[in-house]
Structures are given as structure tokens and as C-alpha cells.
T-cell receptor, first 113, second 115 residues
Framework: GNSVTQMEGPVTLSEEAFLTINCTYTATGYPSLFWYVQYPGEGLQLLLKATKADDKGSNKGFEATYRKETTSFHLEKGSVQVSDSAVYFCALSGSSNTGKLIFGQGTTLQVKP | DAGVIQSPRHEVTEMGQEVTLRCKPISGHDYLFWYRQTMMRGLELLIYFNNNVPIDDSGMPEDRFSAKMPNASFSTLKIQPSEPRDSAVYFC?????????????FGEGSWLTVV
């Protein structure tokens, strides 16, 4: 079945450091890939998405590229801020068009001033 | 536009009591999802509806859980009787349609503690 694997956290960085959170997936067909962010005490918000191979999703300085050859969708940001501290979830929606999401376990990011 | 609205935001209840969680999806969205989030199991899809009809309830943990969607603007998730292991954050989410790249919008969650 479809699945998503994320790097384990927590990830602790200093402000302005470079961020990478790894995400790989297993899926049949051509899934769509998502990154959601969850700030403390809140629900999940869509951060970015990509719907086909080689697409790059970007938002708020975050980027991720859909790599079909390596089945990956790694999240990157060039310079993190304290306000980026949150839990980040990688997710996929399979090509069967049910629209439902399968999530990775989440990676906690803590950015220190 | 208002987002997905859930109530209550927080609930503490005693084991054996009935718990009802409520959700109002975004107006016009045809799909509604219930997810559960725990430290041990992460985010799990419990059930989802299309046009008020349950499509896939394979994630519902057991008979103590039930979900209904009597109309396009309201859904409930009920746990009866509740147990401590049901303590979790329950998210309702909705989307406009079901294709692979579609965005699903989440509510802020109902934080349930069963003591």
C-alpha cells in the first residue's frame, strides 16, 4: 500500500540555518505530494504541494521538488526563523482519486534564536 | 470564508462516558474527513464522506466509534463508551473534490482526554 516515511526529529537549528527535512514515499501510479505544517495548539495548514514529477512546490521560503526517480519530496528552506518552529508533515494523495491523504509521522523543528 | 469549524476544542471526560465531536466543513466542499492524531500512531484517517455518504470507514478503530453526516454542513464523531486510549486530537477536514492534487483543509482539532 501507499506510505510516507519522514526523517525522525526533533530537528534543532539556530536561526538563519539551512533546513532539510527528508521525505520518501511508496506509491503506485502518480501520487500528489504535500507538506503540511502544524504550529503548537493548532490544526494542520497546507505549506506546499506538487502534483507531478519534477514539479517544485514553494511557499514562505520553503521548497520541495517531486523526484519520482528517488521517490522523494524533501523540504528545504535556506534560512529558518524562530517562527518556523512547528511540526512538519509530509503526505501523499494516491492516484486513485479518493483525495484522502496518507501522512508521515511528522518532524518537529525547533529553531533557537 | 470561514474554515473548517470544530467543537469542542477541548474536552475532558471520564471513562465510560459518551463523547460527541462536531464539525462544520467549508461551505461547498463535498468531501469530509475525520482524522485522529496520537503520539504513537501519528495521523490516521478514520472515515470520510462524499456528499454526506460514508465512503470508507476502514480506519474506524472499533464499534465504539461512529460518525454521521446528516447534511452538507454538519458531521459528528461519537465515541460510546469512551476509554483512556481514545485520548487524542481529532481533526475534521474538508475538500472541494476528490482528485489526487486537491487540497484538504483542516480544522483546529478537538483535543480529547479520557480519564
Amino acid at each position: 500500500g501507499n506510505s510516507v516515511t519522514q526523517m525522525e526529529g526533533p530537528v534543532t537549528l539556530s536561526e538563519e540555518a539551512f533546513l532539510t527535512i527528508n521525505c520518501t514515499y511508496t506509491a503506485t501510479g502518480y501520487p500528489s505530494l504535500f507538506w503540511y505544517v502544524q504550529y503548537p495548539g493548532e490544526g494542520l495548514q497546507l505549506l506546499l504541494k506538487a502534483t507531478k514529477a519534477d514539479d517544485k512546490g514553494s511557499n514562505k521560503g520553503f521548497e520541495a521538488t517531486y523526484r519520482k526517480e528517488t521517490t522523494s519530496f524533501h523540504l528545504e528552506k535556506g534560512s529558518v526563523q524562530v517562527s518556523d518552529s512547528a511540526v512538519y508533515f509530509c503526505a501523499l494523495s494516491g492516484s486513485s482519486n479518493t483525495g484522502k491523504l496518507i501522512f508521515g509521522q511528522g518532524t518537529t523543528l525547533q529553531v533557537k534564536p | 470564508d470561514a474554515g473548517v469549524i470544530q467543537s469542542p476544542r477541548h474536552e475532558v471526560t471520564e471513562m465510560g462516558q459518551e463523547v460527541t465531536l462536531r464539525c462544520k466543513p467549508i461551505s461547498g466542499h463535498d468531501y469530509l474527513f475525520w482524522y485522529r492524531q496520537t503520539m504513537m500512531r501519528g495521523l490516521e484517517l478514520l472515515i470520510y464522506f462524499n456528499n454526506n455518504v460514508p465512503i470508507d470507514d476502514s480506519g474506524m478503530p472499533e464499534d465504539r466509534f461512529s460518525a454521521k453526516m446528516p447534511n452538507a454542513s454538519f458531521s459528528t464523531l461519537k465515541i460510546q463508551p469512551s476509554e483512556p486510549r481514545d485520548s487524542a486530537v481529532y481533526f475534521c477536514a474538508s475538500s472541494l473534490m476528490a482528485f489526487s492534487g486537491n487540497t484538504i483543509y483542516f480544522g483546529e482539532g478537538s483535543w480529547l482526554t479520557v480519564v
